[in-house]
């Protein structure tokens, strides 16, 4: 399976488990205050989430989609995974390595240019 196909797959997934984040965070964020640290948190890996998400299907097209989706795929691990769990468990430990994962998606975006 050629590097492309699996960068588009994992578009397609990430995609999915966006939509899939961002009605739990609609619907269990809602009796929570609008200014609640925490819902801000969540709506804000929710927005990067969704916006590497489709970053990844044109990492798939770029001349080099292996190195263009590690790099966006890590990135959202650690930068939309930090964010996260602190939204969701108040843990601020994993709040330390959401700038590694910005670097990473820097880049992705940056390797979509190869």
Not at 2 to 18: D, E, F, N, T
Not at 57 to 63: D, V
Request: proline fraction near 4%.
């Amino acid at each position: 399976m050629s590097a492309a196909v699996v960068v588009r797959r994992l578009a397609a997934l990430s995609g999915a488990s966006a939509v899939g984040l961002g009605a739990y965070g609609a619907h269990g964020f809602k009796n929570t205050d609008p200014d609640d640290y925490q819902l801000m948190l969540f709506e804000t890996a929710n927005k990067y989430h969704f916006y590497h998400s489709l970053a990844l299907l044109g990492a798939a097209q770029c001349r080099q989609p292996a190195v263009a989706g590690t790099l966006l795929v890590a990135g959202m691990g650690l930068f939309c995974g930090a964010l996260y769990r602190q939204a969701l468990t108040g843990e601020v430990a994993p709040k330390k390595v959401a700038p590694v994962g910005g670097v990473a998606m820097i880049a992705g975006w940056l390797a979509i240019l190869l």
